[in-house]
């Protein structure tokens, strides 16, 4: 089945109002294996509308339309709809009572115009009874087409589809779509697919699609079969080789993400860590705090942004610092060493480097970074150079560090 | 002149990316004046992207894409917009150059495939050079058809709009569009508009549009003119008049953030400060690091996760962390004297609440957060309710801890 969304709304294109409703959908039915061809937005103007709409039922099977179904003139997605399959609306009484009942719950009077809400098809229509607003949403199938009617604000339009929608669509689905996620981090996008490519080329069911996220890579595996169980067979050789490609690379499968894997590695280990950051400055450790109950691990953090602070913090050495400025490995080897030291925990992680605009120089340029990581008194320090502005070096730089921890907490008890 | 806006990938269609760009640049074709008729979103499929591109051809003046402009084989926008003009493109030599720095920098290697993203018009095209990744934009305009073809992530697609495309677009209007900027902390959208919404409702010209962004609001206010002095004169009243009725919640005019703001404030006023952050973790410290040049004034951040850390780091006492707990106003003041004392600094400022979800009582909810401020000696404790999720409950109380320094600030010598 083949579909489109089309968001009817003058207000869209006049960016006030953030088109959420067409990721929700595209999500959702990606998720019941209908594949979406095109997201439209068109404004309240009856012939561009009418063109959107009969263009649409030209191409695809389904279509599910958001807004432009309220009560005043120039709300049109419905007429139009009827229209195209030589639809007769008629008032429906349920749908009038409901409207009529809304309006007494809030304290507000219905005026006239309200009743408009309450037409709907005389014949191949099924009205989808609304909730939470006024408008109830329609679907109209007819002729191998089908139109899905929704209205426009997400509090309305996601509950309609959860509840009334999704169970209709269910119905019609011969194929099942499933697909699975590969999560690879310090690689890009480009560098992936090049390691990969043969193995994209190769399939068909199921497609390999590669995507950049920010900060990662990803890896979207998707087989369409006539059962979940099916799919997943054939997804499972794919995910293997991809796996075995690219190695230690891939950090996780499914919704997750980079600080959520190194919290719950540090948790399931009982290893406590603490941070001491120069040119992240803050970053690492809030990249631990996203995840709810790193409190059990992380003890704490220092941003010791000057020399005075690495030394008083962390007890680098005042000769370290002079020897080989606060920008070296000897540096964040210090740094890693003297906050686990003086917080007692099991791992330090450091960060010191040049996130620039200014401060770099021929020998140490901006975006040269260290990464110290010191694991129960053993110490490592990895340099990296990274491009881009000021607060994207000290991204990656967040990222890598992250990675580096995953990587080292494998072979950990 | 009428625009449509097209975002070209197959990831929006999946749903796994939120097509942002497309409510970014119709709110500034608005402020242009350039109506946008259509947003479509079209998969990675040649055939059709070819049919999209061309029934826009048909219909617009102006078609503004997003992404395809990618390394890989089914980044296609660039073919298909040349093929239509009947424009070869041709390697350019200075675009090459950038992306091939751009992978010297991070220190990966360029693999052949990224020669592709190098590929420009040959007659009729301006090339957008990309300040933040390795895709140049591209400008084609032949037989009164534009094109402006940009690539997909916001962080490269706003930059490259604001810089470079919309002075090439004003020089294509008759009149002028001069837009200032107030930007408004510690009130929300609708508040704000409430606020001001008579004197919003009064202007035609110009115009006034509030919206949200991160963490903040904005107040843009746009007058139409034959120059931009006259423009000017016309926005001079309405501004001062809203900044009458906002008084000192306006924090700047203009493309600025809070963070550069206080930091300006710290470095001007020669003041040094230092950060002990427990909620926020890092945040707050992070925020302030995004200054380049902020090392003048910030000595240190530390994130004293545990109540162990808040005693050895910044001397808490164990009585106050006992009597009245760590999320506790008392704690708050003894982090920030602790900060400033253990670092010397003029100033400590402290963070200390319940992100969530989990850990909230009847008596300390879940958003609730202490902010500590100790300025000379001087130390005030504010008290703040937060909603939302962990993570936006963090992002609010380091917003509102900058937004207390920076009114702190003002009276400060």
Known sequence: MKAEIIAVGTEILLGDILNTNAQYLSKELAQLGIEVYFQTVVGDNPQRL?????????RADLIITTGGLGPTEDDLTKET?????????????RALGRIQKYFDRTGRVMTENNRKQAMVPKEHGIVLYNDNGTAPGIIIEKNNKIIVMLPGPPKET??????????????????????????????????METLVKDIIDAQTNPTIAPYAKFGESILRITAKAK?????????????????????????????????????????????????????????????????????EVLLEGCVTYSNQAKMQRLGVQAQTLET?????????????????????????????????????????????VYIGLSIKGKTTVTEYHYTGKRNQIRERATMYALDLLRKALQYEA
Do not use: W
């Not at 009418?50 to 263009?55: E, I, M, R, S, V």
């Not at 709809?81 to 009484?93: I, K, N, Q, S, T």
């Not at 589809?161 to 194929?175: C, M, R």
């Open 50 to 58: 009418k063109d959107t709409l009969y263009q649409a039922f030209s």
């Open 158 to 191: 996601v509950p309609m589809f959860e509840n009334q929608v999704k169970p209709y669509l269910q119905t019609k689905q011969e194929y099942t779509f499933v697909s699975e996620i590969l999560r690879v981090a310090s690689v890009g996008e480009s560098a």
């Open 324 to 368: 080989y400025t606060a920008v070296s490995a000897q540096t964040a080897a210090e740094m890693a060493e003297g906050i686990a030291k003086t917080s007692g925990a099991d791992i330090g992680i450091s960060t010191t480097g040049i996130a620039g605009p200014d401060g770099g120089t021929a020998e140490k340029p901006v975006g040269l």
């Open 227 to 295: 059962t979940e169980a099916e799919a997943k067979t054939l997804i499972a050789p794919i995910k293997a080789a991809l796996r075995e490609r690219l190695g230690s690379a891939v950090y996780a499968e499914g919704e997750t993400n980079m600080q959520t894997v190194v919290a719950q590695l540090l948790l399931s280990k009982h290893l406590t860590i603490a941070v001491a950051e120069s040119c992240t400055g803050g970053l690492l450790t809030s990249a631990l705090v996203e995840y709810p109950g790193i409190s």
């Open 81 to 93: 709809a009827a229209a195209y399959f030589g639809e007769e609306l008629v008032l429906d009484a």
